[in-house]
């Protein structure tokens, strides 16, 4: 049973794809695989989807998949000649059209977004590389001044970081690829550039309970209404690509520790991403920035940390999440690392669930128990003790190998596929048998078994019991 509580997600793609490479970044630490729909065909993901379970098999744990939609992306239209050249303090217009634009003229196809630009308003394009200032606005035809200059090509991205915009997060082609990734069986859907609570709704609509729902914070938008979207949520994951275009530089630090915090509250899952080893992409080891970087999600009490491009496409993706996990393993080790988790734990909502995984917690700790067995159908019973940061580590016992494929995101669980059991004896028998077989406890150990009774409904969280392996 390994030895760490923050779990790993990759993104998989040319490099991770073979089935040997994959089964490599899995026993290297791997607990969920990313598909990025940005990305890849509907056959690619099917494949990759196929491998995952056949791995999974193999390997006798669950791993979770999520399906990252793409979301609405803006971008500029094409150029004439393929790209035009922005120039620091000459003027630009912009309209919305699908025609061609040409130098002093972008166009974009998104009438919906140009008519909401006032003056005043910035344009990031191209990842932030280049800026304009709205200058004046003339019916459909603004005028915009160069902050930032530099030669724009053809479909490069466009971020309105003063303006909410008004579109959905699911967009049509999102929608079919969500249709399609609930059929393959994911775990999980991302979604992609979420502004308000109302876009997990719509999603949750179509979704139900036949998938998990991520919310990706990167649009300063989604901050106003943070607690919200996650308490709507499954699980949320701090997107530091587009938040770092959208805010400035100084700012996504921040952004991430409150997300972070609001997210223990609630007991959702955090995943912090985005450029964590990204060096690795081509170098066989990372900068130090980047191993600090790292380690703050840890310290800060992220679920998880995500590779993208370092897993995806990158030429060490085995090697970059066996250093990833050896970073997080050391900052494990830390004794300030649980002495910033106690500081920062969530205060209990006044129900017997959150009475009880408290004291899970305090009992382990007191009786230096070796783990926190939780029986749980759903997951909520395991998900409430993970909230309370037990050093021991969490067992997640469930009939449902979809719910133990969703608990791959929560911190210090390790979920099992095991039959309910019928009566508290067979509890204890299970919880035993089940702790023996993983290595995680022997005999004279204590562990600290959690249920809700009557076996068999879900929701209904009131047994803590203590066991004496013998």
């Not at 003229?105 to 909401?116: A, C, D, F, N, S």
């Amino acid at each position: 049973m390994r030895s760490r509580d923050c779990k790993i997600v990759a993104t998989l793609g040319p490099a991770s794809d073979p089935p040997e490479r994959m089964m490599m970044v899995l026993e290297a630490g791997v607990d969920c695989f990313r598909l990025n729909f940005s990305h890849g065909s509907k056959d690619a993901h099917a494949l990759r989807v196929a491998t995952i379970r056949a791995a999974e098999a193999k390997l006798g744990r669950p791993v979770a998949i999520i399906a990252d939609l793409q979301g609405p992306k803006l971008r500029v239209g094409d150029f004439v000649n393929g790209a035009i050249t922005l120039r620091y303090g000459e003027t630009v217009r912009i309209e919305a059209s699908d025609l061609l634009g040409e130098e002093g003229l972008i166009r974009m196809p998104h009438p919906e977004i140009v008519g909401t630009l006032e003056a005043g308003d910035v344009l990031k394009l191209d990842d932030g590389k280049m800026q304009l200032t709205l200058t004046e606005v003339d019916g459909p035809i603004k005028t915009a001044r160069v902050d930032f200059g530099g030669t724009l090509k053809n479909r490069k991205g466009v971020n309105v970081p003063s303006r909410r915009i008004p579109i959905s997060a699911l967009t049509e082609q999102d929608k079919d690829h969500l249709a399609f990734a609930l059929e393959q069986g994911v775990d999980f859907v991302a979604l992609s550039f979420v502004q308000s609570a109302a876009d997990i709704r719509e999603a949750r609509a179509l979704i139900a309970d036949r998938a998990g729902i991520i919310a990706k914070i990167e649009k300063p938008a989604a901050l106003d209404e943070l607690g919200e979207i996650i308490a709507l949520s499954d699980a949320v994951m701090v997107a530091r690509g587009d938040l770092g275009v959208e805010l400035p530089p100084e700012q996504v630090p921040i952004a991430q520790r409150r997300i972070i915090r609001v997210a223990r509250i609630l007991g959702r899952p955090v995943i912090v991403a985005t450029h964590m080893l990204e060096s690795m992409i081509d170098a066989p080891t990372p900068t130090r920035a980047e191993a600090s970087d790292v380690a703050t999600a840890v310290y800060q009490g992220a679920d998880a940390v995500m590779l993208s491009a370092e897993s995806a496409v990158g030429r060490h993706p085995a090697s970059a999440v066996a250093i990833m996990d050896r970073i997080i393993r050391a900052v494990e080790n830390d004794p300030d690392h649980w002495a910033n988790l106690e500081r920062d734990a969530a205060r209990p909502e006044h129900t017997t669930a959150d009475a009880i995984a408290q004291s899970a917690r305090t009992m382990a700790e007191v009786l230096d128990a070796s783990k926190v067995v939780a029986y749980t159908a759903t997951g909520s019973t395991a998900l409430r003790v993970s909230r309370e940061r037990p050093r021991c580590g969490i067992v997640g016992m469930t009939p449902r190998v979809e719910t133990a494929r969703r608990l791959c995101l929560a911190w210090g669980v390790r979920s099992v596929v095991t039959a309910d059991a019928v009566d508290i004896e067979d509890m204890v028998t299970r919880a035993e048998a089940c702790v023996r077989h993983l290595g995680a406890a022997d005999t004279g150990d204590r562990i600290v078994i959690t249920a809700g009774v009557p076996f068999g409904r879900p929701g209904k969280t009131n047994m803590i019991r203590v066991v004496r392996l013998e």
